[in-house]
């Protein structure tokens, strides 16, 4: 843990009060709005990948942490083979008022929403699923 020291003191860091108490935590930098551009934002990470180290950084943390790597890697393949596409879906619950549609219970919004994506789920199983 970081503490205020005498040096600090000295520097006009802290008061004597602070000496021997823990230092704050670093204010983070993290921007208030994360860039709009998926390519600025692919381009950061890169940037920050590479001041921590690039490959031979991430070599030695996998090699740490083996599952952890893995996982990680299955993430980002599956969601680079993910369909880059977001189906509309226009749901009818009828004459359900807000007050009723809140009341519904998870699993039947679950089951009015694979219902109406249909053909899109055919062949996957959820639409056969019985409730266990």
Known sequence: MNMWTTQDLLDGKCNMDQVGSPKPLAQSTVPTAPPQDSKALVQEFMEVYNEMGGRQALLTQAKANPMKFYDQLLKILVAMEAPQQVMAV??????????????????ELKRRLLLDMGPAYEGTGYLDQEET
């Open 90 to 107: 226009q749901m009818n619950f009828g004459p359900l008022s807000d007050e009723a549609l809140d009341r519904l219970p998870t699993i």
